[in-house]
């Protein structure tokens, strides 16, 4: 069975920073993983998705990898805005799983002005 | 081109009810799946339909059901409400031709208590 974990669970950094978001998954028999951005009581908003023979994908400031093999993805984001104050959800699709998606359990970003 | 949509937005029930969600996804779109977010569990798997076939199913009590039309529009069910099922339940649509490059995008949820 399919299990995500993100780490860590909650980030506090100044505006302007960069960081790193982490994702690991358990097994690497996937069909791609997404990146996903929730705001509070709101829907997801699909961020980058990364298929499985890709090792990278960017938008913007975003820019997420996959390294199937070792099970990780991290979301880098880059000079840090209030804007991005948000919780990011990664998530794997298996393969020949239709849409079904298996979330790891989010990281809680704020950044402050 | 408007988005995934689902009704209503927020649902007040008590335990033993039941209450019928319903999602209209993206025009074209023919894959529409449901899943359940709370605190404890995050994001969970309800189930999946594609042209009016459950094609997958997580791993929920009978009580949760779902059925999707012809016209792509889906609803989901759950009887015998529980404390427990208070969640925001999302819905989420794709056209699924297969694609590994194929996103899902997800409606704003129903939020759901259940007192």
């Known amino acids: 069975k399919q299990e995500v974990t993100q780490i860590p669970a909650a980030l506090s950094v100044p505006e302007g920073e960069n960081l790193v978001l982490n994702c690991s998954f358990t097994?690497?028999?996937?069909?791609?993983l997404q990146w996903f951005r929730q705001d509070p009581g709101k829907g997801l908003t699909s961020l980058l998705l990364?298929?499985?023979?890709?090792r990278e994908q960017t938008s913007g400031r975003l820019n997420a990898s996959l390294d199937k093999s070792s099970g990780r993805s991290t979301l880098y984001i880059a000079a840090s805005q209030p804007g991005d104050s948000a919780t990011y959800l990664c998530?794997?699709?298996?393969?020949?799983?239709?849409?079904?998606?298996?979330f790891g359990g989010g990281t809680r970003l704020m950044v402050k002005p | 081109k408007a988005g995934v949509t689902q009704t209503p937005r927020y649902l007040i029930k008590t335990r033993g009810q039941q209450v019928t969600l319903s999602c209209s996804p993206i025009?074209?779109?023919?894959?529409v799946s449901w899943y359940q977010q709370t605190p404890g569990q995050g994001l969970q798997f309800l189930f999946e339909?594609?042209?009016?076939?459950?094609?997958n199913k997580g791993n929920f009590p009978g009580r949760f059901s779902g059925r999707q039309f012809s016209n792509s529009r889906s609803e989901m069910n759950v009887s015998t409400l529980e404390l427990g099922d208070s969640a925001l339940y999302l819905c989420?649509?794709?056209?699924?031709?297969?694609?590994?490059?194929?996103?899902?995008?997800f409606g704003s949820g129903t939020q759901l208590s259940v007192l």
């Open positions: 998530a794997v699709r298996g393969n020949n799983a239709g849409n079904m998606l298996t």
């Open positions: 339909y594609f042209s009016e076939t459950q094609r």
């Open positions: 989420a649509s794709s056209f699924w031709q297969g694609a590994m490059d194929e996103k899902l995008f």
């Open positions: 097994d690497s028999a996937i069909y791609n």
């Open positions: 025009s074209g779109h023919r894959s």
């Open positions: 990364i298929q499985s023979s890709q």
